[in-house]
């Protein structure tokens, strides 16, 4: 099971990054670069969690 989130995971955390790379690229605005930034430091600690504890730590 944490194989098929680890491997999903890093599949859906690079075509985010690929599309954002691309639009940062593509619209150089520091507003959405920090959002970005943010967003993205979420996502990856969100990850680490996930495959840490698993999904439904600290669910009843």
């Known amino acids: 099971m ?3 989130i680890f ?8 075509l985010y990054l690929s599309f954002l790379i ?3 690229v593509w619209v150089p605005a ?3 670069i920090i959002i970005v930034v943010v967003v993205t430091a979420l996502l990856m600690f969100d990850f680490y ?6 999904e439904t730590h600290g669910r009843r």
Do not use: D
């Not at 491997?7 to 690079?14: E, K, R």
């Not at 969690?49 to 698993?54: E, N």
């Open 2 to 4: 944490k194989a098929t």
């Open 7 to 14: 491997v999903c995971g890093v599949i859906g955390i690079a």
């Open 22 to 24: 691309f639009m940062l």
């Open 30 to 32: 520091p507003p959405l």
């Open 49 to 54: 969690h996930v495959l840490r504890h698993g």
